[in-house]
């Protein structure tokens, strides 16, 4: 049983986000309202956004967006 908690517990721990921001993503909002951002063409220069590391985030302000390659 123990065995399998652990299993259970690894398969959780990967699928966090957090563990995809240990592997060096980010998860970057707007600021204000703090929607995700998944997309650079909603996105204009000088608009402020907020990156959160898995260490700790970042205030900052956009200088460029390119859209999606097509």
Not at 51 to 69: F, Y
Request: no cysteine; glycine share 8%.
């Amino acid at each position: 049983l123990t065995v399998r908690a652990s299993l259970v517990e690894r398969s959780l721990r990967s699928l966090s986000p957090l563990a995809t921001l240990e592997r060096g993503y980010a998860i970057v909002t707007e600021i204000p309202g703090g929607g995700v951002l998944t997309d650079s063409a909603k996105v204009s220069p000088g608009a402020s956004i907020d990156v959160r590391l898995a260490r700790g985030s970042l205030a900052a302000r956009v200088t460029r967006s390119d859209p999606p390659e097509e």
